[in-house]
């Protein structure tokens, strides 16, 4: 796991090359897999591939999502606030497994964040997203996960670099 962890950076650009199959069904099923507040799977997910829809999605927060038109993949994920009232943390569970698996099986990624960000001044991103892909109420956007095969190289973050003043013990 540590070496996954090392592994897994932020990747925003992506070969022109499809995911297999079976790679789309690995990232199913560790999604599918993610805990869930008292197992009551909240979450729920849109795999896109089709270019033209995953370019739509790339202008759901102008620079900060444009990398995504690049990617095979879209990943959508959300969360049925009826559900529980913890389904961010669900959902935020479930995208970083999805982003572990990826790295795990040779696969770039990169959150992009929906909730409660904007698309324009009289659209959020979440109603954007929602209307482009005709997700119904009461399931909310958390993220999109950009995956594809990486075509930058990102060196793990050294582990003397590694903020240890975030660690306290015993107290703060």
């Not at 959902?91 to 992009?112: E, K, N, R």
């Amino acid at each position: 796991m540590l070496d996954i962890l090392r592994k897994r950076r932020s990747i925003r650009k992506y070969q022109e090359r499809p995911i297999e199959p079976e790679k789309i069904e690995m990232l199913k099923e560790g999604l599918l897999r993610s805990p869930s507040a008292k197992n009551l799977k909240s979450w729920e997910f849109v795999f896109v591939e089709n270019p033209e829809t995953i370019k739509k999605l790339a202008q759901v927060r102008g620079a900060s999502s444009s990398f995504l038109a690049g990617a095979p993949l879209a990943i959508v994920v959300m969360g049925n606030e009826q559900t529980t009232n913890v389904w961010v943390e669900d959902a935020s569970l479930a995208a970083m497994i999805g982003q572990l698996v990826a790295t795990s099986i040779g696969l770039g990624s990169c959150w992009i964040q929906i909730r409660n960000r904007d698309h324009s001044p009289e659209l959020s991103a979440e109603d954007y997203v929602r209307g482009l892909l005709g997700i119904p109420e009461p399931y909310r956007v958390l993220c999109i996960l950009a995956v594809g095969y990486p075509a930058e190289e990102k060196k793990p973050i050294p582990k003397g670099e590694l903020p240890y003043h975030k660690i306290h013990t015993e107290r703060f």
